[in-house]
């Protein structure tokens, strides 16, 4: 059974030709020895991208054997619909303007019914390319599940074969594209992610993995003039995507670590992030969402080096040229990089949910509090004032402020004191100049930070070395 709403009688099935394939051929099924049918697209557990209406088309190639031209296909417990193929058997054609949803997929000879090929689990819904670095690959201890009462979720794995989402979802085995190969990806947040927005939207998902550990802005760079653009990162991916239809709902890209370690400025990487968007939204007119980097390990990267990254991540979401992705400063990872335990990626799994749920399917999810003021009254009060995002700040102590006069942090306690203001009490009165920051750093690395009151507990957008004005007589 089809799942999702038919909300239409079944569209015409178009007879095309040249219908490019997404992965190798495999026999599907087989009748007698005299006469067999082979379906080389769709595959099991495929998904092809839905549009804007909700709606997508179904490619559908292969070869019939000694059943003459005429044929039948359906989708789920839609009506059998007759086409021709063409007189060496094989046949290619478009089932067209399918509701999203997900069911077994059928074709048949019309004068032999007892011969029947079939794929299980093809879909339409939403495709998503996982790009950027090593926790994009996925670094947990234990591999991930997801789950929903009817949907399956599929992976498109490195060796081009469709499948069902299981971790290691960069699994390295059979890689076609070596350039990408991660030989040490776990478990990862994208299996707990199809959860979220399978419930959400009802629609199968399906994952396309081209991360590369330890990749830099600069490798992710498009190199159009390239003799072999499969071997760059930016290559390999369009590469895929094509091999998947060449329509993808949006890339989810998480990386920056690599740049903050060898300290790109702000100004390069935002001009290799807005290169990268650029490029993807003229060749795969797909979006790019960019999460925020967070914890590390201090004795490799410094607080300037992680500033510098993040900042030019939030520059991109304001400038509109990257989508707003998770903000992941405030998570401890004791000191470490990677997301390896389930708590902790459980929080960047619904943080990428909240991420793609407003900026890529556009549902009502607030966004991050972000600084509008800070302003000091000469004494021992600091408030900051936020701009709301469709909800208000939780109240509670708020962790991960640090004020500085002169460059040296001052002792302060925090509270969410009205729904858009935090105040800070100093210890004891300070001389401007005076400045506030926020997610600078490892400060605020497992601290209460504040945090909006919806459901998403979204923290507040970073700040570092915010100048604090003094407060009008």
Same mark, same amino acid.
């Given at each position: 059974?089809?799942?999702?709403?038919?909300?239409?009688?079944?569209?015409?099935?178009?007879?095309?030709?040249?219908?490019?394939?997404?992965?190798?051929?495999?026999?599907?099924?087989?009748?007698?020895?005299?006469?067999?049918?082979?379906?080389?697209?769709?595959?099991?557990?495929?998904?092809?991208?839905?549009?804007?209406?909700?709606?997508?088309?179904?490619?559908?190639?292969? &070869? !019939? %054997?000694?059943? =003459? $031209? #005429?044929?039948?296909?359906?989708?789920?417990?839609? *009506?059998?619909?007759?086409? +021709? /193929?063409?007189?060496?058997?094989?046949?290619?054609?478009?089932?067209?303007?399918?509701?999203?949803?997900?069911?077994?997929?059928?074709?048949?000879?019309?004068?032999?019914?007892?011969?029947?090929?079939?794929?299980?689990?093809?879909?339409?819904?939403?495709?998503?390319?996982?790009?950027?670095?090593?926790?994009?690959?996925?670094?947990?201890?234990?591999?991930?599940?997801?789950?929903?009462?009817?949907? &399956? !979720? %599929?992976?498109? =794995? $490195? #060796?081009?074969?469709?499948?069902?989402?299981?971790? *290691?979802?960069?699994?390295? +085995? /059979?890689?076609?594209?070596?350039?990408?190969?991660?030989?040490?990806?776990?478990?990862?947040?994208?299996?707990?992610?199809?959860?979220?927005?399978?419930?959400?939207?009802?629609?199968?998902?399906?994952?396309?993995?081209?991360?590369?550990?330890?990749?830099?802005?600069?490798?992710?760079?498009?190199?159009?003039?390239?003799?072999?653009?499969?071997?760059?990162?930016?290559?390999?991916?369009?590469?895929?995507?094509? %091999?998947?239809? =060449?329509?993808?709902?949006?890339?989810?890209?998480?990386?920056?670590?690599?740049?903050?370690?060898?300290?790109?400025?702000?100004?390069?990487?935002?001009?290799?992030?807005?290169?990268?968007?650029?490029?993807?939204?003229?060749?795969?007119?797909?979006?790019?969402?960019?999460?925020?980097?967070?914890?590390?390990?201090?004795?490799?990267?410094?607080?300037?080096?992680?500033?510098?990254?993040?900042?030019?991540?939030?520059?991109?979401?304001?400038?509109?040229?990257?989508?707003?992705?998770?903000?992941?400063?405030?998570?401890?990872?004791? =000191?470490?990089?990677?997301?390896?335990?389930?708590?902790?990626?459980?929080?960047?799994?619904?943080?990428?949910?909240?991420?793609?749920?407003?900026?890529?399917?556009?549902?009502?999810?607030?966004?991050?509090?972000?600084?509008?003021?800070?302003?000091?009254?000469?004494?021992?009060?600091?408030?900051?004032?936020?701009?709301?995002?469709?909800?208000?700040?939780?109240?509670?102590?708020?962790?991960?402020?640090?004020?500085?006069?002169?460059?040296?942090?001052?002792?302060?306690?925090?509270?969410?004191?009205?729904?858009?203001?935090?105040?800070?009490?100093?210890?004891?009165?300070?001389?401007?100049?005076?400045?506030?920051?926020?997610?600078?750093?490892?400060?605020?690395?497992?601290?209460?930070?504040?945090?909006?009151?919806?459901?998403?507990?979204?923290?507040?957008?970073?700040?570092?070395?915010?100048?604090?004005?003094?407060?009008?007589?």
């Amino acid at each position: 059974m089809i799942v999702g709403r038919m909300k239409a009688a079944l569209a015409l099935v178009m007879v095309t030709c040249g219908v490019a394939i997404a992965a190798p051929a495999t026999l599907a099924a087989a009748g007698p020895q005299d006469a067999s049918l082979l379906l080389s697209s769709p595959h099991s557990f495929q998904v092809f991208q839905r549009g804007a209406d909700g709606r997508g088309d179904i490619l559908i190639a292969g &070869r !019939a %054997a000694g059943l =003459g $031209n #005429d044929l039948e296909v359906r989708w789920g417990d839609e *009506p059998w619909v007759p086409f +021709a /193929g063409r007189p060496d058997g094989r046949f290619t054609l478009r089932l067209g303007d399918r509701p999203a949803g997900q069911a077994t997929l059928q074709v048949r000879s019309a004068s032999r019914q007892d011969v029947v090929a079939s794929c299980e689990y093809v879909g339409v819904g939403d495709i998503y390319v996982v790009a950027g670095q090593s926790n994009a690959s996925g670094r947990g201890t234990s591999p991930n599940q997801y789950a929903h009462p009817v949907l &399956r !979720a %599929a992976l498109f =794995g $490195n #060796d081009d074969r469709w499948k069902d989402l299981v971790d *290691p979802v960069d699994s390295a +085995a /059979g890689q076609v594209d070596r350039v990408s190969a991660d030989g040490d990806a776990g478990g990862s947040v994208w299996p707990l992610l199809a959860t979220e927005l399978m419930a959400a939207e009802n629609v199968p998902v399906a994952f396309v993995p081209c991360a590369k550990s330890g990749s830099s802005i600069v490798r992710w760079e498009e190199h159009p003039a390239a003799s072999h653009p499969s071997r760059t990162l930016f290559g390999s991916m369009l590469r895929r995507v094509r %091999a998947v239809g =060449g329509r993808v709902r949006a890339v989810l890209f998480w990386q920056g670590e690599a740049d903050a370690r060898r300290l790109t400025s702000r100004q390069a990487y935002a001009a290799g992030l807005r290169s990268l968007a650029a490029a993807l939204a003229h060749d795969c007119r797909a979006p790019l969402v960019v999460a925020q980097i967070g914890d590390y390990d201090p004795r490799a990267w410094s607080a300037g080096g992680v500033n510098a990254i993040r900042l030019a991540q939030q520059q991109g979401w304001r400038a509109g040229w990257a989508l707003a992705g998770p903000a992941l400063y405030d998570i401890d990872l004791h =000191g470490h990089a990677h997301f390896t335990d389930a708590d902790d990626e459980l929080v960047a799994a619904h943080r990428w949910a909240a991420a793609v749920f407003a900026a890529v399917l556009h549902r009502a999810v607030p966004s991050a509090p972000r600084l509008k003021s800070a302003r000091y009254d000469g004494g021992l009060t600091v408030t900051l004032r936020f701009a709301g995002g469709g909800a208000s700040l939780r109240p509670g102590e708020a962790g991960g402020l640090v004020v500085r006069a002169a460059g040296d942090p001052l002792q302060v306690t925090a509270f969410v004191t009205a729904t858009d203001t935090v105040t800070l009490l100093l210890a004891a009165p300070s001389l401007l100049p005076l400045t506030v920051s926020l997610g600078s750093g490892r400060e605020a690395a497992g601290r209460p930070v504040p945090v909006d009151d919806s459901p998403w507990a979204l923290p507040a957008q970073v700040f570092v070395d915010h100048p604090v004005a003094r407060s009008a007589e």
